[in-house]
């Protein structure tokens, strides 16, 4: 098959969802192009900003800090080694090849030496592994961008990501997440500083697809922790209905950023939406302004932020409870 776009070259990639089929020169227009689009639609940054980029050695992270540096924007990686046995060290070592083949030195926060490596810190606050993880992972997010005057942090969550996440949110009714669900949650007071997902609009597929043709070299195993996490389940479900009806997981997702779409009287997800979209998971449901934690001084909506109580259960002695 001939690309679509050139007409010239073989295709490589296959897109059913876009009824389109391209060579990998083709691809690479595509895919900045797409994720041009998603930074231009909710206005995610711009180029005076200093946007730090969160890297996992994961292929979504390593796309987005490729292409954002491809795009001319000023970016810095940061990496969080989670203390798991194996799989931190192999995905550390990934994310410094690459940054160091881009002539770049990632910012590296270490859990162990914090003194909440993620399974034991799971252990001790006897919390599921992955709780803990997102907890800590987006503590340091925001503190490293504050301390280091990022004024963007941005993930690499793309469009199978997000679409799995709203299916999951759908299901249980969560009007407080699916308030929150968004590719841009704004800045706040107390140095909560803007998160974006720049991949929104491209799929785990297409991400996968452009680090292959890129030549990027990344960390293919899951997290071992995260083997019967419930977002998997989600994404075999859409992709069940994908495989079926091509298109229909990004439509189902840009539906839901559709303004249009949130504007229908008595739509429990639209009045969820109208509110604050700004409180990016932190100590949930506790409502307020930001202020700041009474231990460490970060951005919470609790007198004490979950980073520091979670940091309380875990160095505390332990003992009968
Ligand atoms: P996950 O929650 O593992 O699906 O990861 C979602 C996004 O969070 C990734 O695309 C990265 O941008 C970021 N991320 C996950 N793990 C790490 C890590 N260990 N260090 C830095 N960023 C991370
Ligand atoms: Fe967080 Fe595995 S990546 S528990
Ligand atoms: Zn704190």
Redesign the pocket.
């Known amino acids: 098959m001939k690309c679509k776009r050139c007409r010239k070259a073989a295709a490589a990639v296959d897109l059913p969802s876009h009824h389109s089929a391209f060579c990998p020169e083709c691809f690479f227009v595509f895919f900045r192009r797409q994720v041009e689009e998603g930074i231009r639609k909710f206005r995610l940054f711009s180029p005076d900003d200093r946007v730090l980029v969160?890297?996992?050695g994961?292929k979504?992270?390593l796309v987005?800090w490729d292409i954002l540096m491809e795009l001319g924007y000023r970016t810095e990686g940061?990496?969080?080694d989670?203390g798991i046995e194996g799989y931190s060290a192999r995905?550390r070592e990934k994310t410094l090849a690459y940054a160091s083949s881009r002539g770049k030195e990632p910012i590296v926060v270490d859990l162990h030496a914090e003194g909440v490596p993620i399974p034991e810190a799971a252990k001790r606050a006897r919390k599921e592994e992955c709780s803990v993880c997102g907890t800590v992972?987006r503590y340091f997010f925001n503190r490293v961008a504050a301390e280091r005057g990022f004024t963007v942090v941005a993930?690499?969550?793309n469009l199978d990501?997000e679409a799995a996440r709203l299916l999951g949110n759908l299901l249980h009714w969560d009007a407080d997440h699916l308030s929150r669900q968004h590719p841009l949650l704004p800045e706040a007071a107390e140095g909560l500083v803007r998160k974006v997902k720049p991949l929104w609009r491209v799929s785990e597929m297409e991400t996968a697809a452009y680090g292959f043709l890129k030549g990027i070299d990344y960390v293919t195993e899951e997290?071992p922790m995260s083997e019967d996490a419930t977002s998997l389940i989600y994404k075999e479900a859409l992709t069940l209905i994908e495989e079926e009806m091509p298109g229909t997981r990004r439509r189902f997702y840009q539906g839901f950023l559709d303004p249009k779409n949130r504007d229908v009287p008595g739509n429990p997800v639209a009045d969820a939406c109208r509110e604050d979209a700004s409180k990016d998971g932190k100590d949930i449901g506790e409502g307020g302004t930001p202020r700041k934690c009474n231990s460490c001084g970060a951005p919470t909506y609790a007198e004490t932020c979950s980073f520091c109580r979670l940091k309380e259960r875990v160095t505390k002695p332990q003992g009968r409870s």
């Open positions: 969160c890297v996992s994961g979504d992270s987005l940061l990496h969080i989670l995905s992972k993930t690499g969550h990501d997290c």
